[in-house]
């Protein structure tokens, strides 16, 4: 395993509406770490193959998209927050937090979103099967994933604190 970086890689990754974004942004707060939101990456610099009218979102070029990422991820002190884990490498993270919402909880935050129809069933059913804590699971040492409750502000908080005291301790291997 290639551990050249001083700081760690952290991706944050969850069904949309857990709260990847709000998490990682204050996570940015507590430490000297990056926020890459690759969502607003792939609408920034064109990383995609045009819109998926089904799915309502765009057709992300994965390969764009870490080619893009390379050169920051072997830096180190990044959180990466995305719906989706699978197809980045394995060596970029040294943790990859799984954010789980409660289905009631989750299905307000996405009603709220102004998610309707396939969408907002799509993403639920993600939630209820755990859909990325399987695609972490199966991605990533099993060791390094961590699945974390975000139903409540008090567990953002706690989240957020773990995060940070492991983002402090964190050594580079040698
Ligand atoms: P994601 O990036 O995973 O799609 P967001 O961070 O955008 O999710 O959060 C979606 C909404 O839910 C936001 O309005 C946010 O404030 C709220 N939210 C997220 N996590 C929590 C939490 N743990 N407790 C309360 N509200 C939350
Ligand atoms: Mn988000």
Known sequence: MS?????????????????????????????????????????????????????????????????????????????????GCDFFPERWFDCVVVLQTENSVLYDRLTKRGYTGAKLTNNMECEIFQVLLEEAKNSYSEDIVVPLRSDTIDDMDRNVATLTDWARNWQPRC
Request: aromatic share 2%; glycine share 8%; charged share 30%.
């Open 3 to 83: 551990q050249s970086r001083k700081k760690p890689n952290i991706l944050v990754t969850g069904t949309p509406g857990t709260g990847k974004t709000t998490t990682a942004s204050a996570l940015v707060e507590a430490t000297s770490l990056r926020h890459i939101n690759i969502g607003d990456l792939v609408r920034e610099r064109n990383l995609h193959d045009g819109w998926d009218d089904q799915l309502d979102c765009h057709i992300i070029n994965e390969d764009l998209v870490c080619d893009e990422l390379e050169e920051m991820m072997e830096e180190g002190g990044n959180i990466v927050d995305y719906h």
